[in-house]
């Protein structure tokens, strides 16, 4: 087949549409991308690209065709906004350029926010007149209205009306939590056109190789840390993941000096996690060790006893399983979870961690407290499972096969 993914994120930024692309291809498939220049987490271009270069690339036999936008800057605000509305307006207006003579079977949406990348994608779609599947991973409009990005009736009824005109464009809309579904269905998709494909985690977790690149300042404040408990929270630092909750739990447990709590990662909270450290009296019992590469992160998660995730309480949060569960189930390791609805439900079926409901800090500290309790023989059994739990449910090879089907499907 000759698939044509469309996505604001892409190669050098670190997004799981990459390790798709590459799948695609390995198969045998012909692959090309329509994304905009890497400006992700840092909010400024990366090294190498501008506003209008490089317009295309070829990276591991894949196609990349850059179309410009305007940076994320801080991430907040207004900068945020032009960025979502560069990519959409540009690539609704210069896509057809980019791509003229070329043809495609059908088109694959990696969805994550803004929705309104997916409007390069209709243009196409409407353009070349072949089928559009759309991998809805973040939940809108539900999620402008947990972070209070939209407040007012009135914006609500127009972001409501827009979502409903992008899912009526997409032929398949692939949801990555069963809960999702009844959202799309209140929106009007049918229910046909619904498919379950949920996340995976990338080969280097189900296959690791600890990295040879990792610093010695890392080895050492680890080689500080032998004989304390670490949970560490790897990821997007944002505030869907509720940190100031998961603070409140470390000050609650801050005397219990052998309890460290890790961060390992980037995103818009950052500063605010780092001052809140230090006014919270945590920086004993709290350390932030930064943004890595995924090639690094087998050592991180391998210096780990068990792994956090968390997401803030709002009812569409309860609706999403954050990627990292699947990644962490893969890599072995026991989960300390915050994460009401769906999330907390697969580590419960999986038996392999402990959970309570988002923002419940109290209950939090109290799982923490436990596991730090447990043998290394009790901390590896729940990883077994969860591992078995991944193998059976998301294994990545199964949950492309599915896809495949499907776009073959399609085609024929």
């Not at 930024?13 to 992700?40: C, I, Q, S």
């Not at 409407?126 to 009736?153: C, H």
């Not at 780990?304 to 954050?322: E, N, Q, R, W």
């Amino acid at each position: 087949m000759n698939i044509l993914i469309v996505t604001q994120y892409f190669w050098p930024e670190n997004f799981k549409v990459n390790d798709l692309a590459l799948e695609f291809k390995k198969r045998g498939h012909k692959v090309t991308v329509l994304t905009g220049e890497p400006n992700y987490p840092e909010g400024k271009f990366y090294s190498g690209y501008s506003f209008f270069r490089p317009k295309r690339e070829l990276w591991n036999g894949i196609e990349i065709n850059r179309i410009p936008l305007i940076p994320r800057g801080n991430g907040k605000g207004f900068y945020l906004l032009l960025n979502y509305i560069s990519f959409a307006l540009s690539g609704y207006f210069l896509a057809p350029s980019r791509l003229k003579k070329q043809s495609f079977d059908l088109i694959f949406v990696f969805q994550l926010s803004p929705i309104t990348l997916a409007m390069p994608a209709i243009r196409i779609k409407q353009k070349m007149r072949i089928p559009m599947y759309f991998w809805v991973l973040d939940l809108w409009p539900e999620t402008l209205y947990a972070l209070g990005v939209v407040k007012s009736n009135l914006g609500k009824k127009w972001v409501e009306q827009f979502v409903k005109w992008i899912y009526s464009k997409c032929d398949k809309l692939l949801i990555s939590s069963y809960s999702f579904k009844k959202s799309l269905l209140h929106h009007g998709v049918q229910e046909n056109r619904i498919i379950y494909l949920p996340n995976w985690a990338e080969d280097v977790f189900t296959n690791p190789t600890l990295s040879s690149s990792i610093s010695d300042v890392v080895k050492k404040r680890f080689s500080d840390l032998e004989g304390n408990f670490k949970i560490m929270f790897a990821g997007n630092i944002g505030e869907a993941q509720d940190i100031d909750t998961i603070l409140n739990a470390a000050v609650l447990l801050k005397d219990r000096k052998n309890i460290t709590w890790l961060f390992v990662g980037d995103g818009r909270f950052k500063e605010q996690l780092e001052s809140a450290v230090i006014s919270k009296g945590l920086s004993e019992t709290v350390l932030l060790l930064g943004r890595h590469p995924i090639e690094d992160m087998p050592y991180f998660f391998s210096q780990a006893d068990v792994m956090l995730a968390s997401l803030k309480a709002d009812p569409v949060f309860a609706l999403t399983v954050p990627a990292k569960i699947q990644t962490y189930m893969a890599s072995r390791k026991p989960i300390l979870s915050m994460v009401s609805g769906e999330g907390n439900t697969i580590v419960q079926q999986a038996a392999c961690g402990l959970t309570c409901e988002s923002g419940d800090y109290v209950q939090l500290a109290h799982n923490a407290s436990l596991m730090a309790q447990y043998s290394s023989q009790e901390l590896s059994d729940m990883g077994e499972n969860g591992f078995a739990f991944y193998s059976q449910n998301f294994q990545k090879d199964k949950l492309i096969d599915r896809l495949e089907n499907f776009f073959s499907s399609e085609v024929d």
